[in-house]
């Protein structure tokens, strides 16, 4: 089984909807984080979380709303979808201790907005 | 202020061959962590190789090492012997401020390799 998963893997929907993106992570990692990816760019922080206390605002998070409900759960809301955040949407964790700052990725969700 | 810079948008090498990848970074962060990252067309990120700011030996990993010159603040890829495989976009990554507030990893806007038989 995959260590970090996000649900949807796709999804279309329309100006003006409210959407969620979930991420859970069986790493057992303190730290989650939300990008998203524009065609034929690179990734761009939306937010970031320590533990289920703590979230802080990324890059471009106007727009974007979160909520960590557990070490293992960060879900992503567009409280109001408008088409340019049609994007690839990651989850990623990473841990504070251990020697290597690797974040692990899921697999993305391929978010359309109509 | 671009914290990381990756100055190639797009890349090609003939299999077989080897090919550096530019990275840039900026932190004052005394301890800092770089990494890259691979993403084929598939779109997962596939991570590939790791520095840290004190170590002494540059990165490697089989085909891939880490060029880190500390104080130019680079951290180039080398992937030697390049299979078709090896064609996708490559992100350069940096975390800073690991264990306090502002820990958090930025991304470089990326590569695209080509590789050509």
């Known amino acids: 089984d995959a260590d970090v998963t996000q649900t949807p893997r796709n999804r279309i929907t329309k100006t003006g909807k409210r959407i969620m993106l979930e991420c859970s992570q069986t790493?057992?990692?303190?730290?989650m984080y939300w990008y998203r990816q524009d065609p034929g760019l690179g990734l761009q922080l939306i937010y970031y979380s320590f533990d289920v206390k703590d979230i802080n605002k990324g890059e471009i998070s106007d727009g974007y709303s979160v909520s960590r409900q557990a070490q293992a759960k960060f879900s992503l809301s567009l409280e109001s979808a408008i088409p340019n955040q049609t994007a690839l949407y990651f989850c990623?964790?990473?841990?504070?201790?251990?020697?290597?700052?690797?974040?692990?990725f899921g697999p993305g969700t391929r978010l359309t907005v109509l | 202020a671009q914290k990381i810079t990756q100055t190639q948008p797009g890349m090609f090498v003939q299999e077989k061959e080897a090919v550096t990848l530019d990275c840039t970074y900026d932190?004052?962060?005394?301890?800092?962590?770089l990494f890259w990252y691979k993403q084929p067309s598939s779109g997962e990120m596939i991570f590939l190789i790791y520095?840290?700011?004190?170590?002494?030996q540059n990165a490697t990993e089989g085909r891939y090492s880490l060029n880190f010159q500390k104080a130019r603040k680079s951290a180039n890829l080398v992937i030697s012997a390049s299979q078709l495989g090896d064609s996708a976009m490559y992100f350069c990554a940096m975390r800073e401020g690991r264990g306090t507030s502002y820990d958090k990893v930025i991304f470089g806007p990326g590569t695209s390799l080509s590789v050509i038989p």
């Open positions: 990623a964790t990473s841990a504070t201790s251990g020697k290597v700052d690797e974040q692990f």
């Open positions: 932190t004052s962060d005394p301890s800092y962590g």
């Open positions: 790493k057992g990692h303190d730290r």
């Open positions: 520095q840290g700011s004190y170590d002494q």
